[in-house]
T-cell receptor, first 112, second 112 residues
């Protein structure tokens, strides 16, 4: 079945790199996404990667995909206090409809 | 500005009193979905729609109804709300053929 798992909490020091990890079970995933949710706000699409890619970089964000291990990670370089939020990993599948399956979310806390 | 607009943002109601949460998008997207967010569970899909007059159940549809009479609108209806429907609700839309969803700001519903 479809399942996406994330660790629930990560604490980093300002200026360090953050790495948020995600594992998924369904090998028929087409796209994998990272969303950011700030307090009291909706979900903001940060980045996504197509399942035939290994890596995608977008400014301070680097997404790594290991298809063999079904492991996705999001690295945030030079983490700032404004990066404190909940980060959700999500996947969609082939089949004519892009239903999103979400993980439970990782709360990132950035401290001075 | 491209956006998904939900109303209301906050709602407190009593058990059994019918309510509707509205959702509207201005991006001409085909796909629209409703999700509920509960602590530790991430986001779970309630209903989705692939186009006008085409809707289907998601993972947790019990106690909810939807309609898609126009492309831009996708209201969520709770005919007889119960306390277990207390949650944070998100509407989202997406173009066909892949790509990420754009989310609304959320509706926090409390049923007492």
């Amino acid at each position: 079945g479809e399942d996406v798992e994330q660790s629930l909490f990560l604490s980093v020091r300002e200026g360090d790199s953050s790495v948020i990890n995600c594992t998924y079970t369904d090998s028929s995933s087409t796209y994998l996404y990272w969303y950011k949710q700030e307090p009291g706000a909706g979900l903001q699409l940060l980045t996504y990667i197509f399942s035939n890619m290994d890596m995608k970089q977008d400014q301070r964000l680097t997404v790594l995909l290991n298809k063999k291990d079904k492991h996705l990670s999001l690295r945030i370089a030079d983490t700032q206090t404004g990066d404190s939020a909940i980060y959700f990993c999500a996947e969609t599948f082939s089949g004519g409809y892009n239903k999103l399956i979400f993980g439970a979310g990782t709360r990132l806390a950035v401290h001075p | 500005e491209a956006q998904v607009t939900q109303n209301p943002r906050y709602l407190i109601t009593v058990t059994g009193k019918k309510l509707t949460v509205t959702c509207s998008q201005n991006m001409n997207h085909e796909y629209m979905s409703w999700y509920r967010q509960d602590p530790g569970l991430g986001l779970r899909q309630i209903y989705y729609s692939m186009n006008v007059e085409v809707t289907d159940k998601g993972d947790v549809p019990e106690g909810y109804k939807v309609s898609r009479k126009e492309k831009r609108n996708f209201p969520l209806i709770l005919e007889s709300p119960s306390p277990n429907q207390t949650s944070l609700y998100f509407c989202a839309s997406s173009p066909s053929g892949g790509g990420g969803y754009t989310f609304g700001s959320g509706t926090r519903l409390t049923v007492v």
